[in-house]
């Protein structure tokens, strides 16, 4: 017989475990080492049921269970080593209130595999710790989530235990993985997302987990979160094998975690996917702050129920601020990011000062005592804290309109700032007339029109901060439109004002072009330049500004030719004002330059860069974009290392503006991505891309040509890595979002239609890339002039598309053509599109026996200063 079944020790285990139970930390320590001496055995005993207890979340539990759970756990060794189905025992991992959790091995020589086997505790058959263990079994069976530990095998031990085997997760908990690796707020966020993405996944499956905290939800060394231990869980609709409830409470045990349960737990009522929620809120408290919202340390069970229940917990911001003997370290990680560790020492002020507001609300929220005000499901949480992560309002604040507007102000500094200087210049113009000429009548006048000019220009402007553009609204579009309609309403009453009806024409246009409905902008904008056309010489500055903005939404349409047209009139008309520099300047001579192909495009490019850096801050993201507008420009004359080393100085910007959720930054990510193609780093294409696409779809609601676009760039991707399958998967989704978006007959499937056409080459079914070479020679044709070199790439990639097909004639002519245009641009642009065009018509000749227009080409490549 054991030392743990003889009758007499187990009463010595008894009292020394019982009167542990009432003395605090230290005490209980100095108490052990006296009371079990030198008995190391009767110690590490003592220690086993003091552990069970702490880790089982035991309210009032009989001393028998204890017993039994005690005795289990030293006999547990034992089994060590031995095998159970088609798996050998490895070691323990841990235990918990119902079994206790090994490491194991295939041992049937199918494979190698490590696994996870969790095996009910010998002596803890009774029915309802049976039915639950079952009820694992079969929930695990139900789920299939990338972030839910997945259920393998399962069966009945030779000695009539249960068993069953799942993923075996090496990881740390998540709020020691985020500590361990000095996560910053955004990190933390982006990680309990996932969290909530699986809970989430679990509640469309009827199932509540009940017991989430951060002991299981484990997060890998790569990064991937992981949702363990459903031995709690509870089916919320018990499919048709399921006769009996399973219990919430018997014999005195409450399966939960007394710091991370709700108060209907606590109090044991009717679990719903309420409670999960709460926990969430209390993962993510401890996951910000560092601790949990209550301190149950040396509370009597009722005391805890009474804390948790009535108590209301501080903000988070409070908690992290008052918590004794720690507060944040906060460091760099490299110049563009902050790396923050609630468990290191050193300043908190602006860790309290990001919790403060809406983290703080929306913890609260989860947290509330009444289910029904807490979040309606883990989604809406999560989405919340989207909002939050992206700058937009968070539907746990009133959805006033005050709260509104300053979240768009602070998501829109510049822009706002920009306004309101002008609303502020415009009547500061009107006072001082009004001070400097009172006695004028005429100056009276003018002073009282651009007064009033300028009050309602500032009306209109903030009735617009309520029509949220995708970045604030997601996708929200219909308040959008209807606030947006009203103004154009009022605008059009004012023909009597044109200046103020022209401004307020131009403030919608610009509003509509940011939710991305470009055909509704186009006419306001135009009618806008009209009105500033009819009041103002050249030399005003609104009709360049008009010039340009009319210019950004033709490009956005496709009308390229005009997009052009205009953005040049800007310039020259910017030009033509002495000592004048703008930021619309800055950008009409970045856009001329980004879509040129000639000497020039450097130097406009470059003089925008200088312009933009004497108006703005160096990590604007109008700095980025003309860097990355210098590394296309390298990129395209074959000049890689410089392309890569502006594409770098771009990263490190768009790096440092995790805020940023906006279409430009989408655009800016996306370019960066083909950038990075382009130089063969396609792991960092792919992730690029991927975060563009992310942003679209937060912005827009439903399909947009800028979710086609990164679509089409992915595909991209794949095809020059021969991911031939995904390539064609992401193509046919590229045009049926570009499709379902603005219909067929956008220029932006010409893009789409070139790389698939590309793709089928590279596949070698030239029969199948034809017709879509054709289709796209045609479109580019229909609207570019005949020397563009765009049409020279099209005009090449279908001339070696036929020659592969033996139509040399029609190949020739295009080959030849496509190479006279290549010449006229002799300023080191299109090298490597040059070089392939010479190695086509090499083979062409060879293929058509003309020798010596072959070595005649053959030359021309051997003394070849461009391409790779």
């Known amino acids: 017989m054991s030392n743990n079944d003889n009758p007499e020790r187990w009463k010595l285990l008894k009292e020394i475990f019982s009167n542990a139970l009432e003395l605090e930390n230290d005490e209980q320590k100095d108490y052990l080492r006296r009371a079990c001496a030198d008995d190391l055995s009767l110690l590490h005993d003592v220690l086993a049921l003091l552990d069970a207890y702490d880790a089982s979340g035991v309210i009032d539990r009989s001393m028998d269970q204890l017993k039994v759970s005690v005795i289990s756990q030293l006999k547990s060794r034992e089994i060590i080593g031995k095998k159970i189905g088609s798996y050998r025992i490895i070691k323990e991992l841990g235990h918990g209130g119902m079994g206790d959790v090994y490491l194991a091995e295939r041992a049937d020589g199918v494979y190698q595999q490590h696994v996870a086997l969790k095996m009910m505790r010998a ?3 009774f029915d309802e710790q049976l039915l639950r263990f079952q009820s694992e079994r079969r929930i695990l069976a139900s789920l299939n989530h990338d972030n839910i530990a997945r259920l393998y095998d399962g069966g009945i031990s030779s000695d009539g235990q249960p068993w069953f085997v799942m993923e075996y997760v090496k990881g740390k908990p998540i709020d020691e993985y985020c500590n361990s690796r000095n996560f910053s707020l955004r990190e933390r966020l982006k990680l309990f997302l996932k969290v909530c993405d699986a809970v989430q996944y679990a509640h469309r499956n009827l199932i509540a987990h009940r017991d989430l905290k951060p002991g299981n939800i484990l997060v890998t060394d790569e990064g991937k979160v992981k949702l363990l231990d459903f031995g709690i869980a509870k089916l919320l609709e018990p499919d048709e094998n399921t006769e009996v409830e399973l219990p919430a409470t018997k014999t005195g045990l409450l399966p939960l975690t007394p710091s991370y349960a709700s108060p209907e737990q606590m109090r044991r009522q009717t679990i719903t996917t309420s409670s999960d929620v709460y926990q969430l809120g209390v993962v993510l408290y401890e996951l910000l702050t560092g601790v949990r919202p209550y301190d149950l340390k040396g509370k009597t069970p009722g005391d805890m129920e009474r804390t948790i229940c009535e108590a209301e917990p501080r903000r988070p911001s409070m908690a992290l601020a008052t918590k004794a003997g720690t507060s944040i370290n906060i460091k760099k990680k490299d110049e563009n990011s902050r790396v923050i560790n609630p468990a290191k020492s050193d300043s908190i002020g602006q860790f309290r000062k990001k919790l403060r507001g809406d983290l703080d609300t929306i913890v609260l929220k989860a947290l509330n005592k009444a289910p029904q005000r807490r979040y309606p499901s883990t989604g809406q949480l999560a989405e919340d804290i989207r909002a939050y992560l992206a700058g937009r309002p968070v539907s746990a604040h009133p959805d006033s309109w005050v709260y509104r507007t300053g979240k768009f102000m602070r998501r829109h500094k510049w822009g706002v700032a920009a306004t309101l200087v002008l609303a502020l210049m415009l009547s500061f113009y009107a006072i001082t007339i009004t001070w400097y000429s009172h006695k004028t009548l005429i100056a009276l006048e003018e002073a009282e029109r651009e007064r009033a000019k300028s009050g309602q220009v500032v009306d209109f402007l903030l009735a617009m901060f309520e029509a949220n553009d995708p970045a604030e609204a997601r996708g929200a579009t219909i308040t959008a439109r209807e606030l947006l309609e009203r103004g154009v309403g009022q605008a059009e009453a004012l023909s009597h004002q044109p200046a103020v009806q022209g401004q307020m024409y131009s403030v919608a246009g610009l509003v509509y072009q940011r939710l991305g409905e470009y055909e509704d902008a186009l006419p306001l904008l135009e009618r806008a330049l009209d ?35 205009h953005y040049t009139k800007a310039a020259d008309l910017f030009r033509n004002i002495p000592g004048h520099i703008s930021l619309e300047y800055a950008a009409s001579l970045h856009n001329i330059g980004a879509s040129r192909h000639d000497k020039f495009a450097r130097k406009d490019i470059e003089k925008a860069l200088e312009m933009r850096q004497k108006l703005l801050d160096d990590d604007h993201p109008d700095i980025a974009q003309s860097y990355l507008a210098l590394g296309n420009y390298h990129l395209l004359k074959g000049e890689h290392e410089m392309a890569g080393k502006y594409f770098r100085k771009t990263l490190s910007i768009v790096n440092s503006l995790d805020d940023d959720i906006s279409p430009r930054m989408a655009s800016m990510l996306q370019s960066l991505g083909q950038g990075a193609r382009s130089l063969g780093d396609y792991e960092q294409a792919e992730e690029l891309l991927y975060k563009a696409l992310e942003i679209c779809q937060t912005l827009y609601n439903g399909p947009h040509v800028h979710i086609a676009m990164c679509k089409k760039s992915l595909a991209d991707v794949y ?35 070139q790389g698939k056409a590309e793709m089928y080459s590279r596949m070698g079914n030239h029969a199948a890339a034809e017709p879509l070479h054709r289709e796209v020679l045609a479109l580019l044709e229909s609207v570019l002039n005949p020397h563009h070199p765009r049409i020279a790439n099209a005009r090449l990639s279908l001339g070696t598309c036929l020659l592969a097909l033996h139509k040399y004639t029609e190949a020739e002519e295009l ?7 290549y010449r006229e641009n002799p300023d080191g642009y299109h090298e490597s599109a040059k070089k392939n065009n010479l190695e086509q018509l090499v083979k062409l000749y060879e293929v058509m026996g003309k020798d010596s227009i072959a070595k005649k080409h053959s030359d021309y490549l051997a003394n070849f200063a461009g391409g790779e």
């Open 123 to 125: 002596g803890f058959l």
């Open 815 to 821: 080959l030849v053509k496509s190479l006279e245009t």
């Open 531 to 565: 009105i500033s056309d009819s009041l103002y010489d050249d030399a005003h500055p609104e009709v360049a500004q008009m010039h340009f903005y009319l210019a950004d939404v033709l490009h956005y349409l496709g009308n390229y030719r005009k997009a052009h047209a």
């Open 719 to 753: 095809r020059d890595s021969n991911d031939f399958s995904s390539a064609q998967n992401y193509y046919n989704k590229a045009m049926e979002s570009l499709k379902e978006a603005v219909g067929n007959d956008h220029p932006l499937r010409r893009p789409i239609l």
